[in-house]
Nanobody
Framework: QVQLVESGGGSVQAGGSLRLSCAAS???????WGWFRQAPGKERERVAT???????RHVDSVRGRFTISKDTATNTLYLQMNSLKPEDTAMYYC???????????????????WGQGTQVTVSS
């Protein structure tokens, strides 16, 4: 069983930065990792993924501002968020899946394992 616990959300002003963390436990070798977000009244959005071999992808709306990374030693996934905008306001979720191909299919938003979410609020 895989457990994911997010932290690091909060409230910031536009232009500010936050770093989200996702501590993973259980057997996680070779998995696809992702950050998703969901704003009220909107569909869940795939923000970034981290595939085996440290292959990363970011959605166009955050590319150049957000960076996904993973610390193998501590088994922690990160999302560094810079130049935050009000439209980045959402609940952010960490997710993982043993099907590594989901990292390469941007249409997939149903990963197997999910954290509880952490709220990010950006004010103008």
């Amino acid at each position: 069983q895989v457990q994911l616990v997010e932290s690091g959300g909060g409230s910031v002003q536009a232009g500010g930065s936050l770093r989200l963390s996702c501590a993973a436990s259980g057997e996680t070798i070779g998995m696809c990792w992702g950050w998703f977000r969901q704003a009220p009244g909107k569909e869940r959005e795939r923000v970034a993924t981290f595939a085996p071999g440290a292959v990363t992808r970011h959605v166009d709306s955050v590319r150049g501002r957000f960076t996904i990374s993973k610390d193998t030693a501590t088994n922690t996934l990160y999302l560094q968020m810079n130049s935050l905008k009000p439209e980045d306001t959402a609940m952010y979720y960490c997710a993982a899946d043993r099907r590594t191909w989901v990292c390469y299919d941007v249409a997939v938003r149903t990963f197997t394992y999910w954290g509880q979410g952490t709220q990010v609020t950006v004010s103008s």
